[in-house]
């Protein structure tokens, strides 16, 4: 339905532009019949089409056989192909070259219409003219785009006779429809590709990305002193506090409650009463301790002056001894009571018992997005209940399933990629350097299906994975080579049969049916049906098909 709608819509498009540009006439002015002396037609001017896909320019010229001395117009196309645009303004300038080697230039200040520069340049003489336009930017630098070599004829007689050139004949679809949709084109090459093995694949939950609070037993769910209740979808960190339960307290454990709580008081009041003693303990220690100095000082004076014996003043310095063991046994004390005061301090503090048993924090065990909450403000809730839900979604898990046949085809060592649902075309690599690694490949074969398992871990840049997505997987194999290709985008399915559009000349398309080979992300082998080097319609492709089936077909040439 979705691509019969797109059908209609470009079919609408294309059908108005045609008769519009029908209408309008199909004789450039500068190509008008003549009359012969008997009133009969006489042939047209010949002319001649050029185009040419230079470094940033698409251009399509048309031109009467150019005659020394005559003016020719030139109807010249110029097409952005990074924007797809026609240029809209700016200068352009012909640049020839004559056989001499003499140089001319003809500016052209803006186009005549959009994307349409129509000058008139007169060759001073006959011979091989080199011809390239110098494009200023309107952004970036100047482009030089070279046409090639054009003849100039010496007389009108000398042109009529020149051969006529074969315009290149296939479905007609004018830049003027080209410009409206944007339609663009690539140029077909040759590419390393790399057969790849598709497999069904789906998002998987990594083991320690998802975290669950539940409350140690049954009570109140209240918020956190300060702050809200989270929300679904708020970020919270590991350990951060996101809600507190209160326990209820009623009869035998009420009355166990406040028996505890009793005890705790006078534990916290013998505790408070020793640490006292201990700190007086230490305080009297330190004094003998400074008092046995002093002694010590005034023996070994008196001893110096013959006034004291050797023994009291080993006596005295033994006392020190002593005094400095007492004084590091009561600082020792001193030292493990306020560790265990510290301790004490952060358990929590004993409650009245008509309130119930003090609060017990809800934390966040790992960081990530609340998905899911199971409970309200105020609700009793039970101690087996998953109140809050926790999911880190930075890192996950691609699963596929690759039957045993393909085992083998398929290395280790080989890259994967997988593409999100609504972007196609676009590969995500699941190994390498900043994306992922293979996590386990094959190691069982289910008897059912045939097939093995293979797991990836991979950053879920922009968070564009869902757990259970179910992803396209694309593996590598050993199969590669050097082949014809072109973007995925070119085809165009016909009745089953995969086709593509190869731009001829400027207006000029051709329908080519295609046997394709292997496909390496947004590219394509071509086994027969192009060549490199030729251009196929990547954007815009199936509006070139509807032109091919339109009753409304323009003559050639354009009302300029």
């Given at each position: ?163 006529e050139q074969e315009a290149p004949e296939g479905i007609s679809f004018l830049k003027e429809q080209q410009w409206k949709i944007l339609a663009g084109t ?349 251009r196929v319609v990547t954007k815009g492709a199936y509006a070139v098909r509807l032109a091919s089936v339109s009753t409304v077909i323009p003559a050639h040439?354009?009302?300029?």
């Open positions: 339905m979705c691509r019969s709608r797109e059908y209609l819509m470009i079919y609408f498009l294309a059908v108005g532009s045609f008769a519009v540009l029908f209408g309008c006439g199909s004789q450039a002015p500068d190509q008008p019949r003549t009359q012969g002396e008997e009133g009969q037609e006489q042939e047209e001017p010949k002319t001649a089409q050029i185009t040419v896909w230079g470094k940033r320019y698409e251009l399509f010229i048309e031109h009467r056989y150019i005659v020394a001395g005559t003016p020719t117009r030139f109807i010249t196309h110029v097409t952005d192909m990074q924007t797809l645009e026609p240029r809209q303004r700016g200068t352009l300038t012909f640049v020839m070259q004559g056989p001499g080697g003499e140089t001319q230039e003809h500016p052209c200040q803006n186009p005549d219409r959009t994307g349409i520069y129509i000058p008139s340049i007169t060759f001073p003489k006959a011979g091989a003219w080199k011809v390239s336009l110098r494009i200023p930017p309107v952004e970036g630098p100047e482009v030089i785009e070279d046409i090639g070599t054009l003849t100039v004829y010496p007389s009108q007689a000398a042109a009529d006779e020149a051969p690539e140029p077909v090459t040759k590419r390393r590709m790399i057969e790849r093995i598709r497999l069904a694949g789906f998002v998987a939950l990594k083991p320690g990305t998802k975290g669950v609070v539940t409350p140690p037993f049954s009570g109140r769910l209240e918020a956190p002193a300060g702050k809200p209740l989270p929300m679904l979808g708020d970020k919270v960190d590991a350990g951060q506090v996101i809600a507190v339960v209160h326990p209820p307290v009623a009869g035998s454990d009420l009355l166990a409650f406040h028996g505890n709580q009793v005890q705790i008081k006078a534990l916290e009041t013998e505790f408070a009463v020793k640490g006292a003693e201990i700190e007086s303990n230490a305080i009297r220690e330190r004094v003998a301790f400074e008092q046995a100095q002093a002694i010590l000082v005034r023996v070994k004076k008196l001893f110096e002056e013959q006034a004291k014996s050797k023994r009291e003043l080993e006596e005295a310095e033994f006392a020190v001894r002593a005094a400095q063991a007492s004084m590091d046994a009561a600082a020792a004390m001193k030292k493990a009571y306020e560790d265990a005061k510290v301790r004490m301090s952060a358990l929590p503090e004993s409650s009245d018992p008509r309130k119930g048993y003090p609060p017990v924090e809800l934390k966040a065990p790992i960081s990530g997005t609340i998905t899911e909450i199971n409970a309200v403000l105020g609700e009793h809730v039970s101690a087996d209940r998953a109140l809050f839900v926790i999911l880190d979604p930075s890192t996950v898990l691609v699963e596929a399933r690759i039957s045993e046949a393909d085992l083998s085809r398929a290395a280790s060592g080989l890259g994967a990629y997988f593409e999100v649902p609504g972007k196609k075309g676009e590969p995500i690599a699941l190994t390498g350097e900043g994306a992922g690694r293979l996590l386990m490949a094959g190691q069982e074969i289910d008897p059912t299906t045939r097939t093995a398992r293979l797991v990836y871990e991979t950053r879920n840049k922009d968070d564009l994975l869902k757990i259970g997505l179910a992803v396209p997987v694309f593996l590598e194999t050993a199969h590669a080579e050097e082949a014809v290709a072109i973007p995925a985008s070119a085809l165009v399915d016909e009745d089953g049969r995969p086709v593509v559009y190869v731009m001829l000349g400027g207006e000029a398309f051709e329908k080519r049916e295609l046997t394709l080979g292997i496909r390496d992300g947004g590219m394509v082998q071509v086994l027969s049906g192009l060549e490199a080097g030729e040439g354009h009302a300029h």
